[in-house]
């Protein structure tokens, strides 16, 4: 299949009117950031805390996708995507691309040790985790808070995007979509085998 002239500067104005849409965070156009998505529900979104299928980071279908972006607008702090440095391949009527990104945020000090307590809370009410596995979790999440009270309040953290977009009835628009963290310890999640 021979790709269209300009695929690769359309696929890069997707991203950008993704970018735009982050920046605004607009609960207002939500509805309209939406037409960037495929109309059908086989959209797929992976958030960076995804493990599962259908779980609240990896989300499955438009209405949970909109709820995801949602959460993301309201919580995530201020995102800037490399739209210019974006990776894009094109092949027919599908593209995908990879780009790297940041979430910044200011936290207070204060706000960091009330969530910590408010997760040492719930993790002791979990009544599927061994007393090993809470005292692990709380630790664990404790030296992190730890070590990022020794720095600033206003935080910046590198994630990856990559994404697939399809062309449908002239226009493209994204598919599927993950957000990844760089992990240089060892991962959040574990598997425990006996």
Same mark, same amino acid.
């Given at each position: 299949?021979?790709?269209?002239?300009?695929?690769?500067?359309?696929?890069?104005?997707?991203?950008?009117?993704?970018?735009?849409?982050?920046?605004?965070?607009?609960?207002?156009?939500?509805?309209?950031?939406?037409?960037?998505?495929?109309? /059908?529900?086989? !959209?797929?979104? *992976?958030?960076? &805390?995804? +493990?599962?299928?259908?779980? @609240?980071?990896?989300? #499955?279908?438009?209405?949970?996708?909109?709820?995801?972006?949602?959460?993301?607008?309201?919580?995530? /702090?201020?995102? !800037?995507?490399? *739209?210019?440095? &974006?990776? +894009?391949?094109?092949?027919? @009527?599908?593209?995908? #691309?990879?780009?790297?990104?940041?979430?910044?945020?200011?936290?207070?000090?204060?706000?960091?040790?009330?969530?910590?307590?408010?997760? *040492?809370?719930?993790?002791?009410?979990?009544?599927?985790?061994?007393?090993?596995?809470?005292?692990?979790?709380?630790?664990?999440?404790?030296?992190?808070?730890?070590?990022?009270?020794?720095?600033?309040?206003?935080?910046?953290?590198?994630?990856?995007?990559?994404?697939?977009?399809?062309?449908?009835?002239?226009?493209?628009?994204?598919?599927?979509?993950?957000?990844?963290?760089?992990?240089?310890?060892?991962?959040?999640?574990?598997?425990?085998?006996?």
């Amino acid at each position: 299949m021979k790709n269209q002239p300009n695929s690769h500067e359309e696929v890069r104005k997707l991203l950008q009117r993704f970018q735009d849409g982050y920046t605004a965070r607009d609960p207002g156009r939500l509805d309209a950031f939406m037409g960037l998505f495929i109309p /059908g529900e086989e !959209v797929e979104v *992976v958030g960076t &805390a995804a +493990i599962r299928p259908g779980d @609240e980071e990896w989300r #499955l279908g438009r209405a949970a996708v909109r709820q995801l972006i949602a959460h993301d607008w309201e919580h995530w /702090g201020d995102v !800037v995507y490399d *739209v210019a440095g &974006a990776h +894009i391949h094109v092949q027919g @009527e599908a593209a995908w #691309l990879a780009t790297t990104g940041t979430v910044t945020d200011t936290i207070p000090h204060q706000d960091r040790y009330r969530g910590y307590q408010d997760y *040492v809370r719930a993790v002791l009410d979990e009544g599927e985790l061994s007393e090993r596995q809470k005292t692990l979790d709380i630790i664990r999440l404790g030296m992190d808070i730890l070590y990022g009270l020794a720095g600033s309040e206003r935080l910046s953290w590198p994630f990856r995007l990559t994404a697939v977009a399809v062309r449908q009835q002239g226009a493209w628009r994204f598919a599927q979509m993950q957000f990844a963290f760089a992990t240089t310890r060892s991962p959040d999640e574990r598997i425990e085998l006996s």
